[in-house]
C-alpha cells in the first residue's frame, strides 16, 4: 500500500479520536437525542480502538513495520496524591515525556514511544495501543521501514525556569553530551484555598481508566486520575474553594548522540528494548547557556538514560489482547521477534548495566 492511502489511515484515526471527544461536548443530532452521554462516549472510544486495531493488524499489507516497545507503566506508581504541587509537577514530566528515535536519512520520520501528546502522521504514528506487565507498559507503533537512533527526548517540566543566559557564554560545545533547547511559559494550576471534594465522578458518561484520556489498551489509571482531579480542581474554583495559579514550567528538547540504533524492514514484527530518562537528569552546562532561534540553548554537561529490557516471556505475561478485541493486532503478533538495539552509549561505572551514559 503507497504512503499516501497510510496517511489517510491516519488521519481517520485521528478523527475517530476527535469523534469522540467532541461526542461528549457537543449537542446531539436529533437522531441521537435518545442516546446517552455514556453511549456516545462509548461508540467514539470503540471506533479509535477498532481503527488502531485495523491499522496494526494492516502493517505488512501497508508495507510498513510493526514495533512493540517497553515505556514506565504510570500505574505502577500509584495511586499518587495529585493534592501535593511536587507530586503533579514530577507526573506531568512523566506523562509528558517521549523518546523520539529519527530515521537516519529523513528525520521527519520518527518512533515516538511514551504518554506525550501526538500529532498522528503516517511517518510517527506514535503509540496505538498499549498493554501492561508490571511496571512496564508495551506500547504497540506502526514505522515505516528504514534505521532509526534514539536521538531526541522531549518533556515538560512544570515548576522549572530557564536558566538565565549568559552575557559572554561559553561555546555550545559538540564535546559536551549534547543540546538542549529550552522554552518556559506559564502553565496554569490550582491552589486549595478550603476543603473541596475528590470524589471520581462517574455519572458524567466519560468512563474511566484510558478511554477517558483516549487510549487503546491499559495502564491508564494514573493518567485518569489526574484528568479527575483536574475536573474536582475547576469544579472548586466555581465554588470558591480553590483558585487558578500561573507555575513556570520548561518545554525542553534534549538533542544528543545516538544512545541506540534499531533496523525495520517491511513487513517485520519485532519487539525491542526501551529507554527512559531518570528523574534527576539531565545535567546542564548553564554557563553555555544562550537565546538562539527563540530558545534558550544550553549544553549538556551529562546525559544518562535507563534501559528498559524487554523480554517476549514478560510480553506474553502482559494484558491480553483478547480482553481488549485487537483480533487483527493479535493475528500479526504472532510473528513477533525479539530484536537487540544496538547500544552506542556506555554503561555507568559502578552503577546497573541498564543504567547509559551518553558521550
Given at each position: ?64 513495520a510493526l514495533l512493540v516497545i517497553p515505556t514506565i507503566n504510570l500505574d505502577a506508581q500509584g495511586p499518587r496524591n495529585f493534592d501535593d504541587p511536587s507530586v503533579r509537577a514530577d507526573f506531568v514530566r512523566q506523562r509528558s515525556m517521549k523518546m523520539r528515535w529519527l530515521h537516519h536519512v529523513n528525520e521527519h520520520n520518527a518512533i515516538s514511544v511514551g504518554y506525550g501528546k501526538h500529532k498522528r502522521e503516517a511517518w510517527d504514528t506514535g503509540p496505538l495501543f498499549q498493554m501492561t506487565d508490571g511496571a512496564i507498559t508495551y506500547q504497540m507503533i506502526a514505522v515505516q521501514p528504514g534505521r532509526y537512533r534514539l536521538a ?208
Amino acid at each position: 500500500m503507497p504512503l499516501t492511502s497510510a496517511l489517510m489511515r491516519v488521519c481517520l484515526i485521528s478523527l475517530c479520536v476527535h469523534g469522540a471527544v467532541h461526542a461528549q461536548t457537543e449537542a446531539p443530532t436529533e437522531a441521537e437525542q435518545n442516546k446517552s452521554r455514556a453511549e456516545l462516549w462509548d461508540e467514539g472510544t470503540e471506533r479509535q480502538r477498532a481503527w488502531a486495531d485495523e491499522f496494526l493488524g494492516d502493517t505488512r499489507e501497508m508495507g510498513m513495520a510493526l514495533l512493540v516497545i517497553p515505556t514506565i507503566n504510570l500505574d505502577a506508581q500509584g495511586p499518587r496524591n495529585f493534592d501535593d504541587p511536587s507530586v503533579r509537577a514530577d507526573f506531568v514530566r512523566q506523562r509528558s515525556m517521549k523518546m523520539r528515535w529519527l530515521h537516519h536519512v529523513n528525520e521527519h520520520n520518527a518512533i515516538s514511544v511514551g504518554y506525550g501528546k501526538h500529532k498522528r502522521e503516517a511517518w510517527d504514528t506514535g503509540p496505538l495501543f498499549q498493554m501492561t506487565d508490571g511496571a512496564i507498559t508495551y506500547q504497540m507503533i506502526a514505522v515505516q521501514p528504514g534505521r532509526y537512533r534514539l536521538a531526541r527526548i522531549t518533556y515538560i517540566q512544570p515548576g522549572m525556569r530557564e536558566p538565565a543566559p549568559q552575557n559572554k557564554p561559553a561555546r555550545l560545545s559538540v564535546d559536551k553530551a549534547g543540546v538542549a533547547a529550552l522554552n518556559e511559559f506559564d502553565m496554569k494550576d490550582y491552589r486549595k484555598t478550603g476543603h473541596w471534594s475528590q470524589a471520581m465522578k462517574r455519572d458524567d458518561g466519560m468512563g474511566t481508566g484510558c478511554p477517558l484520556v483516549l487510549r487503546v489498551g491499559d495502564g491508564c489509571t494514573e493518567e485518569a486520575r489526574e484528568f479527575r482531579w483536574g475536573m474536582s480542581a475547576r469544579s472548586a474554583v466555581k465554588d470558591g474553594v480553590a483558585e487558578v495559579i500561573e507555575i513556570p514550567a520548561v518545554d525542553a528538547e534534549l538533542s544528543f548522540s545516538p544512545v541506540a540504533e534499531i533496523t525495520l524492514a517491511e513487513g517485520d514484527v519485532v519487539l525491542t528494548d526501551g529507554f527512559v530518562l531518570p528523574a534527576d537528569q539531565p545535567k546542564l552546562a548553564e554557563n553555555t547557556c544562550q537565546v538562539l532561534a527563540n530558545d534558550l540553548m544550553c549544553s549538556l554537561d551529562s546525559l544518562t538514560v535507563e534501559r528498559l529490557p524487554a523480554s517476549l516471556q514478560s510480553f506474553r505475561q502482559a494484558t491480553g489482547l483478547k480482553t481488549f478485541g485487537m483480533t487483527k493486532t493479535e493475528a500479526a503478533l504472532r510473528n513477533l521477534v525479539y530484536r537487540a538495539p544496538k547500544i552506542h552509549a556506555k554503561s555507568v561505572p559502578g552503577a546497573s548495566p541498564n543504567l547509559l551514559r551518553v558521550e
